[in-house]
């Protein structure tokens, strides 16, 4: 459905995305996982057709984006970073509007408008003024707008930014209910949120591919660096070395207190009960068992070293 | 055409929700009318001091004395007012980010060009139409010949189109409304000093070459009532240039 090869954008001298290709299958979620400033935005831009690729070509429904632009338009729904709102406009008026833009047929933008509001929980503020809406709700519009002429392809740029954790779980929801008959891409900085959602991942990060994982890889490269971070009341003299004996662990350091420590556990184990019972025994007072999941910087980290080193064979896709 | 349309109607609905429009048409109504009463007022002064010289009752040419005043002080006023009403066009749209809706729209860069620019002209026609009271009016009190009107409107028309199209690519340059306005008038200021420094050239090629770019000497010929293609064909290029440019200027925004 979506077939990107080799682009690359460069902005006068910054190279904002450098020679990234993936394709996507129809009906399939894939998420854009990077920090911010990895160049995703730029990437869906140019998936939409907002701007043109410095090199490399692209083809959605299979209609390229630079020879057959409006075909191309026309297929895609958009959620850009910020939503692209008319405040004067009222929450029918803005869906009628981009309905019309789209090229929804008169009689049938009412119909189309209806279900776009009831998918995402607008009712009760569809005769509002959108610039009197809370930042939720315009997140919602824009999202409506972007489904509202049943696109097959819907790129959403953030989707969940500005929610609140309920808002999240609907929208997520959402989302995957549209998945099978939408081809989906959007994009986050959030990892649990792209494990949720998507079944094929794509870290991007300075404008390169690191990895197109699949979720239970992406799962599997999580569960790998998990850690515990444990906090006690009392401490024992050589402390670190003594946790080291707990079966599983790996490396032990200090942590941001003197009572404070970070475990490292060795893959597939759960340490968590053992350490439990390491403090318990020595009567140490257990204060805080956290688990300590990694960050994305750390996924970085962790692919880059790995792609020096050519340490993981599952990592093929992966570029350096 | 459905999506220009669709803009061209949308751009409309949010004219009228918007104060701005209802501010720009107070001022240029209010300062036309206080223009033309002024016009009337001086007209009917000098009808009076004829009278008194003469002694006989004059016949005064309410269009030599109101009207082409009043034409040309329009012309003015309209240098100050449309770049308001143009500034918004597509700095709004950049600011607020919604030009990612429209560029991502199965619609090209010429036909939203063509809704914006058209949009600001269906404007300015409702506002011409308003200060076609004035004549009306007269009309009811003393008889004058019709036609200079006509042309004098035409002209209106054609320069007041001009504006908004300079009006409509110095907005496409920036996403700052304040700073699309200023460019506007300043280029329209630029074109206007053209036709003073051909004055001061005088009978030279660059002279003519000023006289020729600058609307004044075009403006003048249409308010008179001479209308030639020459003029007009001056005036739909003008528009034409500018809308290219704003065209190009959006294209290669798309780029950076």
Known sequence: MIEVQHVTKRYGP????????????????????????????????????????????????DFDCHESPLEVKRRIGYLPEHP????????????????????????????????????????????????????????????????????????????????????????????????????????????PEATALCERVIIIHRGQIVAIDTQEQLAARLRRSEQLRVTVKTTLPDMENRLQTVPGVIKVSQGESDNTYLIEAELGHDIREAVTGFVMTHQLGLLELAVVSMSLEDVFIQLTNQDESHANPGNEQARS | MRPATTLLAKELRCYFVSPIVYVIAAVFLG???????????????????????????????????????????????????????????????????????????PIGINEIVSAKFLSVVVIYVILLILTGLIP????????????????????????????????????????????????????????????????????????????????????????????????????????????FAAHQVIDAHRWK
Do not use: C
């Open chain 2, 136 to 243: 009306l009016v007269l009309s009811a009190y003393v008889s004058f010949n019709w036609d200079p009107i006509w042309t004098g409107f035409l002209a209106l028309l054609l320069q007041g189109a001009f504006m908004l199209a300079i009006g409509v690519l110095a907005s496409a340059m920036t996403e700052n409304q304040i700073i699309a306005a200023f460019l506007s008038f300043g280029i329209i200021l630029l074109i206007w000093l053209l036709g003073l420094f051909a004055t001061v050239l005088g009978d030279s090629t660059v002279g003519h070459l000023f006289a020729y770019l600058s609307f004044t000497e075009h403006y003048e010929r249409l308010v008179r009532g001479l209308v030639s293609v020459k003029d007009i064909v001056y005036y739909l290029s003008g528009m034409a240039f500018m809308w």
């Open chain 1, 84 to 191: 692209p709102l008319y405040l004067e406009l009222t929450v029918r008026e803005y869906l009628t509007f981009v309905g019309r833009m789209k090229g929804v047929r008169m009689e049938h933008v009412a119909k189309r408008m209806e279900r776009v509001i009831e998918q995402t929980g607008l009712g009760e503020v569809k005769q509002r003024v959108i610039g009197h809406l809370s930042r939720g709700f315009r997140q919602r519009v824009g999202l409506a707008q972007a489904l509202i002429h049943d696109p097959p392809v819907l790129i959403l740029d953030e989707p969940t930014v500005g929610l609140d954790p309920n808002q999240i779980i609907e929208i997520r929801e959402l989302i995957k209910g549209l998945a099978g008959s939408h081809t989906i891409i959007l994009s986050t900085h959030i990892l």
């Open chain 2, 31 to 105: 300062l036309v009318g206080l223009l033309s009463y002024w016009a009337v007022v001086n007209a009917s002064g000098q009808a009076l001091r004829m009278m008194q010289i003469s002694n006989t009752y004059a016949q005064i040419n309410l269009n030599d004395l109101v009207f082409r005043p009043m034409f040309f002080s329009m012309n003015l006023v309209l240098m100050f007012v449309l770049p308001l009403l143009t500034m918004r066009t597509f700095a709004e749209e950049r600011k607020l980010r919604t030009f990612e809706l429209l560029l991502t729209s």
């Open chain 1, 14 to 61: 910054l190279t904002a995305v450098q020679d990234i290709s993936f394709s996507v299958a129809k009906g399939e979620i894939v998420g854009f996982l990077g920090p911010n400033g990895a160049g995703k935005t730029t990437t869906m831009r140019i998936l939409t057709g907002y701007m043109p690729a410095t090199d490399g070509s692209v083809r959605v429904a």
